[in-house]
């Protein structure tokens, strides 16, 4: 951080160079914050206002004065006011000309003008250097600081002396400085703060798809079958017993996806002999939304454990479901050893694949997967995914057991929902598989040290 020697209080005028100078033009909620912000740090502040007289509060050491004043006073000048308002600044062009002027705009809505903000700002004084900055902060974030160390600030703009001085602000505010250009790319930096969590759409409507679909199916083969057949009212299952079917197997089929669009990669590349042709659009989207996918599959997983630590409480319903068919079959249901194994193998998969899955969800933090080596990071997010996704699935295949083989499994002659799930997970391990095969391995990473089937020799 550059100090330049400057006091750290920025109202003391003892002997030393005096604290620069920085012009903002609004009062609003943002000035003000950035206004105190850059007080704090040792910056002097002087506020450009229609009415510097009654203009309401300002953070206490900062000057208000007119706006052409305040601009003549300083080299750079926030423009913390709405783009509707722009138009008086036309008339300062004179005040401006020469000026670093920073646009920290935001629309309500995308594509609501023709061009973006700091374009039209630099439109209508062509001869100050606009640059785009701090939009995506809020007034909160610029009053308190960066909370974390990745707290950024994107910017852009076609003068790099502008971009500098810009960058010093930010960077002596704590911020750290992300230059994504030149100024055609301040719509996408205003498109910014409008967004809500873009990559995580898709991966939420495929949750929403599957958990919405699995909750029929199990609805009709659970609750509608029992009262067709049976005329059993079994419907209280719904609360817990369904959701700790449908969790899992959203859980599971979501980890599967996560694993899936890198095998079918590496099937393109084998196919096409090199990996200098760009995938499918749609692969690279599911490519780049493969965290998320497993977040919110971590997410289903846990919710699958927490109603599974239910179970011996609720204990009651498959022990009086056991004991009402003792007493009307008059029979006695032995302790069977092979029974137990399945029921122990199948809990201990259970737990080895959730204990991996926390490790991978763990391991996609920024902030560990920032302290590991790529061969390191690579290692948990293919190697132990895959032995993840091995362990649920192989979970799964023990709970059906030789259920598989039963036709009363089969109601309404098709299968439960866990078999379903099956299919996603068995395709992905299958495909892996093959692609572990010595001679096919081999080829994958040949092509990816850059070789071509078809290279000219
Ligand atoms: C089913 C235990 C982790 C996938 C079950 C059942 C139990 C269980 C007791 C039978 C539920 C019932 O009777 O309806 C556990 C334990 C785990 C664990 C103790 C770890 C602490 C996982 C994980 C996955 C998974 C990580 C994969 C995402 C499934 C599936 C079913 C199932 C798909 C079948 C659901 C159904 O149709 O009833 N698990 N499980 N489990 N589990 Fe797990």
Known sequence: VKTDGLPLN????????????????????????????????????????????????????????????????????????????????????????????????????????????AEYLQRLIPGAFVVKAFNTLSAWALQNGPSDANRQVFLCGDSAEAKQQVSDVATRLSFSVVDRGSLSAARELEDFPLQLFPEWRLPLWIATGLTASFFFYAVIVDIVYSYVTYKKDTSFRIMVSLANKVFPIVSLIMLSLCYLPGVLASFFQLYRGTKYRRFPDWLDRWMLCRKQLGLLALGFASLHVLYTLLIPIRYFVPLFTLCHYQIRENKTVDFETSTAWYTDSYYSMGILGFGLYVILGISSLPSVSNALSWREFNFIQSKLGYLTLFFCTFHTYLFGWNRFLRSSTYKFWVPPPYMLCLVVPTVVLLLKLLLLLPCVDRTVTRIRQGWERNEPE
């Open 10 to 117: 920025p109202l003391r005028t003892a002997a030393g160079p005096e604290p620069e100078l920085l012009c903002i033009f609004g009062t609003g909620d943002l000035g003000r914050s950035l206004g105190q912000r850059l007080l704090q740090t040792g910056y002097r502040v002087v506020y450009g206002s229609r009415r510097p007289h009654s203009c309401g509060p300002v953070p206490q050491g900062a000057q208000v004065l007119s706006h052409a004043a305040a601009a003549q006073s300083a080299k750079l000048v926030f423009i913390c006011v709405h783009r509707e308002h722009y138009d008086f600044l036309e008339a300062l062009a004179p005040q401006l000309k020469g000026k670093v002027l920073v646009d920290v705009s935001n629309n309500l809505k995308k594509n609501l003008y023709p061009e973006a903000n």
